[in-house]
């Protein structure tokens, strides 16, 4: 992550609804002029040929220019570089831009459960998609994984077992 940022705080901030002031007025993706769109399109296809300098160069002008998707595009390209705190500050702008997007919340809780040291970031996204989706055994077994890394022993044991009555053994297995 950024040096000199607090990862604790910035999860509480953002569980609190009470985000960065620019999380407010961020534009949510409006509808932007065709340059903005074309960098993103040609960011996607420097990526998908590997060109990991011009994918970035095209992520980000896209993002510049207002396109908020340009950051799960960011997150990728610094994750193929093997950058995944970089990847993390991607995914914690475009999960800030738009905290409704479950798709970057499950990105985020993801890479964030797989960075040492970060484990107090990743459980609470993983403790509200398990809210959110409580039928998902793989994002049950991940909430006990960080529980069991926090020393919350009894309640990873009761997801574990939970996960393991509901048939998710294959999960279990991973």
């Known amino acids: 992550m950024q040096r000199g940022r607090i990862p604790v705080l910035r999860t509480l901030v953002l569980l609190l609804g009470a985000g960065p002031a620019w999380s407010a007025a961020a534009p949510q993706d409006p509808v932007v002029e065709s340059p903005a769109r074309a960098a993103l399109q040609q960011a996607e296809e420097a990526l998908d040929a590997g060109d ?3 994918a970035e160069q095209r992520f980000r002008a896209a993002v510049d220019s207002g396109v908020v998707e340009g950051w799960r595009g960011l997150a990728e390209v610094r994750q193929r570089e093997g950058d995944l705190e970089g990847a ?3 995914l914690w702008e475009l ?3 738009r905290p409704e997007d479950v798709a970057a919340k ?3 809780a993801a ?7 970060h484990e107090w970031e990743a459980f609470p996204l993983h403790a509200e998609l398990v809210e959110q989706f409580p039928q998902d ?3 049950r077994l991940q909430l006990a994984r ?3 890394i926090l020393g919350w022993h009894d309640e990873a044991r009761s997801n574990y077992a939970r996960v ?10 991973r």
Do not use: F
């Open 111 to 117: 890479l964030l459960a797989r960075l040492p040291e």
């Open 106 to 108: 499950r990105e985020l």
């Open 164 to 173: 393991a009555a509901a048939g998710g053994g294959g999960a279990l297995a």
């Open 52 to 54: 990991l300098v011009l």
């Open 88 to 90: 993390a500050d991607a």
């Open 146 to 148: 960080l529980q069991s």
């Open 137 to 139: 055994p793989g994002l």
């Open 95 to 97: 999960y800030g831009a």
